[in-house]
């Protein structure tokens, strides 16, 4: 019988390769995000695969009662979750923090930390229930090192990484695995967002630089998950090989 994997924010980047990567080998998948349009087409991509069975969730994770009520109304057969990616959130702005603006601070911390929690909650207790599964959370380098004008984003990675390391201390007795994953730069729409669409700015952070892919870190969620059942990676920095830490890169002219 075919695994379950969930994706939060599978409509771009990180989860979309996940997706695929998942798809490919034999996965149901359970792809959510909040832009309809694009988990349609991802939706149609993956059906392609021919073996397996996607369902897509169109919410938002920061709404607690929508995701409480899409979770407690999954189909039966949708309930056995094997792999839980942790996956949605974003970077809003770049400013020092005396300049912040507080909406874009609500947004980073509702998103990528209560989000986290409200999609952990209504998940886990599936989880449990069967004695089995593996959440992975994808934090950054951002939550191992603060830089300069990261203050609110860096913050909420520290957070996700606290809160993996909480998880699988919590659900230790469970047999639940916890994968925290700490990307460096890699190059999704995650720019794109942060500069509030401001496609040139977004392009300029990856100038002289072999930025991580998407399909990179899939494959890193791929090869956690598939480790025999009684091994289970706590956690991984991947960066590019220009990048050395979040405040240590090397640009070619
Ligand atoms: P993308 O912007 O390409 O993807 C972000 C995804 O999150 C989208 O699918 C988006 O979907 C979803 N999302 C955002 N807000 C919400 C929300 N409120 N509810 C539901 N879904 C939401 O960026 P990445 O793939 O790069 O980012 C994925 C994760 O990786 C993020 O947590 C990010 O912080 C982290 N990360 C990224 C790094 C990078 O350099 N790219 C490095 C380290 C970590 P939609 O808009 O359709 O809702
Ligand atoms: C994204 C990586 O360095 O832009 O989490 O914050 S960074």
Redesign the pocket.
Known sequence: MNKTIMI?????????ATAEKFAANGYNIII????KD??DELENKLNAFGTIKVLSLC????RKEEVESVITNLPEDWKNIDVLVN?????VGLSHIQDGDSEDWDRMI???VK?LLYVTRAVSPLMVARNKGHIFN?????GKDVYENGNA?CAS?FAVGALSKAMRIDMLKNNIRVTLI????????????RFNGDQQRAKNVYKGFD??T?ED?AGVIYYCATLPENVCINELEITPTQQASVNHSFRRE
């Open positions: 939060t924010g599978a409509t771009t980047g990180f989860g979309k959510t995000g909040r832009r694009l988990l919410f938002d994770v920061r996956n949605a959130g974003l970077a509702d998103t990528n989000g994808i934090g950054s380098i951002a984003y990675k700490a990307p460096g730069m890699a190059e999704t729409e995650f720019s794109i967002v930025a991580l998407a870190i």
